[in-house]
Nanobody, 115 residues
């Protein structure tokens, strides 16, 4: 069983930065993809960034150049560094781990970008 716990969300002014963390319990060493998604009120959940087991990363166009996904295998933790935040980045952010034995989600962390 894999459990994911996100942290690092909060209120930040436009242009500010946040780093989200997703700590995994249970073995995720055989993952296919690990990623971050977000869901704004009244909107569908959308992909923000994903990293594959081979190291390839992919970003949604709306975060390219501003967000960076990374992982620390030793700490079993996935990160999302978010810079130059905009009000439209306001959403609940979720981490996801896609494995052969299942697809796992965290409970989400709220990010609010407002002055």
């Amino acid at each position: 069983q894999v459990q994911l716990v996100e942290s690092g969300g909060g209120l930040v002014q436009p242009g500010g930065s946040l780093r989200l963390s997703c700590a995994a319990s249970g073995s995720i060493s055989s993952f296919n993809n690990m990623g971050w998604y977000r869901q704004a009120p009244g909107q569908q959940r959308e992909l923000v960034a994903v990293t594959a087991s081979g190291g390839m990363t992919m970003y949604a166009d709306f975060v390219k150049g501003r967000f960076t996904i990374s992982r620390d295998s030793a700490k079993n933790t996935l990160y999302l560094q978010m810079n130059s935040l905009k009000p439209e980045d306001t959403a609940d952010y979720y981490c996801n781990v896609d494995m052969d034995r299942g697809d796992y989600w965290g409970q989400g962390t709220q990010v609010t970008v407002s002055s």
